[in-house]
Nanobody, 116 residues
Framework: QVQLVESGGGLVQPGGSLRLSCAAS???????SMWWYRQGLGKEREFVA?????????FYADSVKGRFTISRDNAKNTVYLQMNSLNPEDTAVYYC?????????WGQGTQVTVSS
């Protein structure tokens, strides 16, 4: 079965950095595009970043462009989200997503809290 497990979240101060990981299994990771989404308290889930199967194409939400970088290591079946210059508006549960076996799949999410 398809499984996505996010990790790397935590508490950071404004201006700080975090690197999130999403470990994938149960499908051909190297053939799958991957997405990061986030959902803040009382807010709708929003798109954060996209990466193509080879890593050759990326796309970001305007709110994170220039601060966040999505990448992947197909040998490790893992997608990453490097988050720099974090601010309190980045506080959210971060989820990775893919489309495999006929439907979308979500991980359980990892909490990112940006606070002083």
């Amino acid at each position: 079965q398809v499984q996505l497990v996010e990790s790397g979240g935590g508490l950071v101060q404004p201006g700080g950095s975090l690197r999130l990981s999403c470990a994938a299994s149960g499908f051909t990771f190297s053939s799958a595009s991957m997405w990061w989404y986030r959902q803040g308290l009382g807010k709708e889930r929003e798109f954060v970043a996209f990466i193509s199967s080879t890593g050759g194409s990326t796309f970001y939400a305007d709110s994170v462009k220039g601060r966040f970088t999505i990448s992947r290591d197909n040998a490790k079946n893992t997608v990453y989200l490097q988050m720099n210059s974090l601010n309190p508006e980045d506080t959210a549960v971060y989820y990775c997503n893919t489309y495999a076996q006929g439907r979308g799949h979500w991980g359980q999410g990892t909490q990112v809290t940006v606070s002083s």
